[in-house]
C-alpha cells in the first residue's frame, strides 16, 4: 500500500510540474508544505496509540478522540488563516490568500479522519482492508487533482481537489 502511495504521488507530481505553470506548481507544494508543517498541531501521535489502544481491546470513544483531533486541528486552521492575512496584506497575493483560506477550512477534517481510520485498521489487524483502502484514496486523490488541472489552470481548483480528494475518502469511511 505504501509503495503504491508513493508511486502514485510521484505520478501526480509529473502531471502537475510537466502540464501546470511553474509558478502554479510551487504554489501548490507551498500550499501542501504549510499543510504539512502545521498537521503538527492534529496530534499526530493520536493514531499510534489509538492504534495501541484497539490492538489490546481497550474501551475507546472514537467520536471522543475524533473531537479532540478537531479541537487541536483548530490551532493549525489558525496558522494558515495568519498566513493567509500575511500574503494579502504583504504582497497583495490573492491567489494565495483564497488558496489558504480554503486550506484553513479543510485543515481540521484532512487528518483527524484518515488518522482514525488507519489506526482502526492496524488496531484490528486489518492490513488487507487498511492496503485496499490506501490504494483507492491514492488512486482517487490522483484522480480528482488530474482533472482539476485538465479543467482549469488556477491553483485554487488544484488545491480544492487535493483537499477534497484526501477529506471525502476518509470521512465516508469513518
Do not use: R
Amino acid at each position: 500500500g505504501q509503495i503504491f502511495e508513493a508511486v502514485m504521488a510521484l505520478l501526480l507530481t509529473v502531471i502537475l510540474s510537466h502540464y501546470s505553470s511553474k509558478e502554479d506548481f510551487a504554489t501548490y507544494d507551498f500550499i501542501l508544505v504549510l499543510i504539512s508543517l502545521f498537521s503538527l498541531t492534529s496530534l499526530p501521535g493520536t493514531t499510534t496509540s489509538l492504534a495501541i489502544s484497539i490492538g489490546t481491546q481497550k474501551k475507546i470513544n472514537l467520536n471522543h478522540i475524533l473531537i479532540n483531533t478537531l479541537k487541536y486541528s483548530l490551532l493549525g486552521s489558525f496558522l494558515l488563516i495568519l498566513c493567509a492575512f500575511y500574503y494579502w496584506l504583504a504582497d497583495q497575493n490573492l491567489e494565495l490568500f483564497y488558496t489558504l483560506l480554503l486550506s484553513a477550512i479543510f485543515f481540521p477534517f484532512l487528518f483527524s479522519f484518515g488518522g482514525i481510520n488507519g489506526a482502526y485498521f492496524l488496531g484490528e489487524k486489518k492490513f488487507k482492508q487498511n492496503t485496499i483502502f490506501s490504494i483507492f484514496n491514492s488512486l482517487f486523490l490522483t484522480t480528482v487533482v488530474s482533472t482539476a488541472l485538465f479543467l482549469s489552470d488556477k491553483v485554487f481548483y488544484f488545491i480544492l481537489a487535493y483537499l477534497l480528494g484526501t477529506f471525502l475518502p476518509h470521512f465516508i469511511m469513518y
